[in-house]
Nanobody, 122 residues
Framework: QVHLVESGGGLVQAGGSLRLSCAAS????????TGWFRQAPGKEREFVAA????????YYADSVKGRFTISRDNAKNTVSLQMNSLKPEDTATYYC???????????????WGQGTQVTVDS
């Protein structure tokens, strides 16, 4: 079983930056992916970005492309999400997830972290 713990959330002004981290423990596999999802109050959970552990291939939602960067550190078993040029609409609880199947579909991920809150002031 895989355990995921997010960190790095907080309060930031619009235009600022924040870096989230996801620490993984337990057994993982080379073809698995780690994804970031977010959920704002009153809205459904949405895909943000994902990375494949084996080769580092990434995939981003259009809403964050060019502003967010997902990266991995295999030695440390961590995945980071660097968020730049933050906007108020980025405000949400951000969740780290891991799974063996798809890229941007929630049901493709079997393991989830507890979430970390990101708030962007306008």
């Amino acid at each position: 079983q895989v355990h995921l713990v997010e960190s790095g959330g907080g309060l930031v002004q619009a235009g600022g930056s924040l870096r989230l981290s996801c620490a993984a423990s337990g057994r993982t596999f080379s073809n698995w992916k780690t994804g970031w999802f977010r959920q704002a109050p009153g809205k459904e959970r949405e895909f943000v970005a994902a990375i494949r552990w084996s080769d580092g291939r990434t995939y981003y939602a259009d809403s964050v492309k060019g502003r967010f960067t997902i990266s991995r550190d295999n030695a440390k078993n961590t995945v980071s999400l660097q968020m730049n040029s933050l906007k108020p609409e980025d405000t949400a609880t951000y969740y780290c997830a891991a799974g063996p199947r798809g890229w941007d579909i929630i049901d493709s991920y079997d393991y989830w972290g507890q979430g970390t809150q990101v708030t962007v002031d306008s």
